[in-house]
């Protein structure tokens, strides 16, 4: 039998990068964020996100961090290639939190979307 842990598809591919599968998920899951389809996240958008993935929406602190940490537009919007660098540090990180996030979002332990 395999355990949960060897049946679950991997966040971080063998050479310490997002796998592709991985990087596939965030990329559907910033265009189902991304409401007026502009390209980048808004703050609107971003609370959106966390609210849905944290149940409280984003800090002003946390926000911040975003434009100071993370590519941003000359706007504050997070780029797709921010919502990456994001989830690249959480999972690095805190991988069960990125688990948990994406349970949230409707996928299962092979990144596939739930039924």
Same mark, same amino acid.
């Given at each position: 039998l395999k355990t949960t842990r060897e049946a679950m598809t991997s966040l971080i591919a063998e050479d310490g990068d997002l796998s592709e599968k991985f990087l596939d998920v965030l990329e559907e899951l910033f265009e189902r964020f991304d409401a007026d389809? =502009?390209?980048?996240?808004?703050?609107? @958008?971003?609370?959106?996100?966390?609210?849905?993935?944290?149940?409280?929406? +984003?800090?002003?602190? @946390?926000?911040? =961090? +975003?434009? @100071?940490?993370? =590519?941003v537009d000359a706007t504050g919007s997070l780029t797709l290639k921010g919502f990456i660098q994001l989830y690249a540090m959480q999972t690095m990180g805190e991988e069960d939190q990125t688990w948990k996030d994406l349970d949230t979002l409707g996928y299962d332990k092979t990144l596939n979307k739930k039924k």
């Open positions: 389809k =502009d390209g980048v996240l808004s703050v609107l @958008e971003l609370n959106a996100f966390y609210k849905t993935c944290n149940g409280t929406p +984003i800090t002003n602190a @946390e926000l911040q =961090d +975003i434009k @100071e940490n993370l =590519d």
